[in-house]
């Protein structure tokens, strides 16, 4: 009964591959994010999506690409992987103008090498 | 854009003992959300309080919206209160509430 669940937990890679990021949120909530949080715990936004449609993008370099199949769904894929992308990626949901609290999965850790 | 200070950076108690993290922002907010990030990395949501005042169990967060402050309370911590503490506020400037900008956070160690 997990309610945001992303996959994998753990993901080690080389760079220039390219790999993706799963993310599902069972809380019936139309809003969801991807936050990016460094090796100094600093948490960022990088993207939002609002019923499928992309909300929020901050300044994240074009290799990244979130996508929004249904709104329970948003996946992130990282093409041509650097060795500066080494982070705890985490997908988080809420309901938009709700005065709803923020809920976090779990993280994944990319480690490109 | 809005900025976030928290402090202190870090706190070390002793179990049993009380303390009040602080969290200041520069703009007027519409969202401000409270989280704990324990050492396995799971990030929790503690409060949503944009203003006012908020109990949960031995935490209570209060939130001075005109004097653009929030505090967390921790009271007779445990070790399992250990971890890092995030503030996270979103302005009226920006136009939602779906953009939140987070604190560098408290790390808080509580020995045993």
């Known amino acids: 009964d997990t309610a945001v669940s992303q996959t994998p937990k753990y993901l080690v890679t080389q760079m220039g591959n390219d790999k993706s990021i799963k993310c599902e949120q069972n809380l019936g909530h139309d809003t969801m994010y991807w936050y990016k949080q460094d090796s100094k715990k600093f948490l960022k936004i990088m993207f939002s999506?609002?019923?499928?449609?992309?909300?929020i993008n901050e300044t994240v370099p074009n290799r990244f690409s979130p996508k929004s199949p249904d709104k329970a769904h948003l996946n992130l894929h990282i093409n041509s992987l650097e060795l500066g992308d080494s982070a705890v990626y985490f997908c988080a949901s809420s309901q938009l103008r709700g005065n709803s609290p923020l809920h976090f999965g779990n993280g994944t850790r990319l480690t490109v090498t | 854009g809005i900025q976030v200070e928290q402090s202190p950076p870090d706190l070390i108690l002793q179990e049993g003992a009380n303390s009040t993290l602080r969290c200041n922002f520069s703009d007027s907010v519409n969202n401000l959300q409270w989280f704990h990030q324990n050492p396995w990395g799971q990030l929790i949501n503690l409060f949503y309080i944009p203003s006012g005042t908020k109990q949960n169990g031995r935490l209570s967060a209060t939130t001075v919206a005109t004097e653009r402050y929030s505090l967390l309370y921790i009271s007779s911590s445990q070790t399992t209160d250990s971890g890092v503490y995030f503030c996270a506020v979103s302005s009226y400037l920006q136009g939602g509430s779906e953009k939140l900008v987070f604190g560098k956070g408290t790390k808080l160690t509580v020995n045993p």
């Open positions: 999506y609002n019923n499928k449609e992309l909300i």
